[in-house]
């Protein structure tokens, strides 16, 4: 966890005694728990926050990821979820991850996204212009796409063990359940 949030640090040009400093840097270990696939989602979280809206939201974040009880993965992968979707109120969106995910879950064999995105052809209504699926992917790297390269219609998605289990399970909220 130390090493990946030193790398953040350093690529983002921050203070480390300001962020995440060593108080909430103990919190993120202790939550992490000897968790490696906790640690490694939490940071690629933060990553591509910071990509995504700047380090302004970082303090946010690293205060979400400490609180009492973010040891579970399930409530990591419910809070990445929420943080994602925190703006969304559209069903088509909810449908469109629902449709997504349940590919990838189901695949026998892994695709890569401009397969998975011909195979589905989501579109809203029939006049709709199809869903921007590498989009989609860019926006959920973090519990659907391994490692840190760029996301294109060639990477192919894959679902870590413990997030099918989440993901279809009781813990998983409605808009979200495959």
Excluded at 3 to 24: F, K, M, S, Y
Excluded at 27 to 42: D, K, M, N, R
Excluded at 52 to 66: H, K, M, R, V
Aim: glycine residues 4%; charged residues 25%.
């Amino acid at each position: 966890m130390r090493q990946q949030l030193t790398r953040i640090v350093a690529e983002n040009d921050l203070d480390w005694l300001q962020w995440p400093g060593e108080a909430r840097m103990a919190a993120l270990c202790y939550q992490a728990s000897g968790l490696f696939i906790w640690a490694v989602t939490v940071a690629k979280f933060f990553q591509d926050q910071i990509h995504d809206f700047g380090t302004e939201c970082l303090n946010d974040l690293i205060d979400a990821f400490s609180v009492e009880g973010m040891g579970d993965i399930k409530t990591l992968y419910w809070t990445v979820i929420q943080l994602a979707y925190r703006k969304t109120k559209d069903p088509w969106r909810f449908e469109t991850f629902r449709r997504i995910v349940g590919c990838v879950a189901v695949l026998k064999e892994p695709l890569p996204i401009s397969a998975i995105s011909k195979l589905l052809d989501l579109r809203r209504d029939a006049s709709s212009s199809p869903v921007d699926v590498v989009n989609f992917f860019r926006q959920t790297r973090t519990v659907l796409v391994a490692g840190a390269d760029a996301v294109n219609g060639k990477t192919v998605p894959r679902l870590h063990k413990s997030f099918f289990e989440f993901i279809t399970s009781e813990h998983a909220d409605s808009n979200f359940r495959v």
